[in-house]
């Protein structure tokens, strides 16, 4: 069993910045894809990002350029820079992470607004 535990959500104004982490625990040996997606009210769930073991990354086309997923394999921790918000960008964010199989962080709120 997999714990995901996320921080860094938060309020800040357009253009400015936050950075997500989300820590796993458990009985752990090698994770494989790790990531983020987020859900907006009336909107579906939708990948923002994602890392794999072999450092392979995926991202949106509506964050490239903005935003840099990274991760710590010895802390189990993915982080999600988030540069030059926008209001768009106002969702839940949930940490994903594949370990045989799929596990969900609780969501932390990011609103963007002046």
């Known amino acids: 069993q997999v714990q995901l535990v996320e921080s860094g959500g938060g309020l800040v104004q357009p253009g400015g910045s936050l950075r997500l982490s989300c820590a796993a625990s458990?009985?752990?040996?090698?994770?494989?894809?790790m990531g983020w997606y987020r859900q907006a009210p009336g909107k579906q769930r939708e990948l923002v990002a994602c890392?794999?073991?072999?450092?392979?990354?995926n991202y949106a086309d509506s964050v490239k350029g903005r935003f840099t997923i990274s991760r710590d394999n010895a802390k189990n921790t993915v982080y999600l820079q988030m540069n030059s918000l926008k209001p768009e960008d106002t969702a839940v964010y949930y940490c994903?992470?594949?370990?045989?199989?799929?596990?969900w962080g609780q969501g932390t709120q990011v609103t963007v607004s002046s």
């Open positions: 994903w992470v594949n370990y045989y199989q799929d596990y």
């Open positions: 458990g009985s752990i040996f090698r994770i494989n894809g």
């Open positions: 890392i794999f073991s072999g450092g392979t990354t």
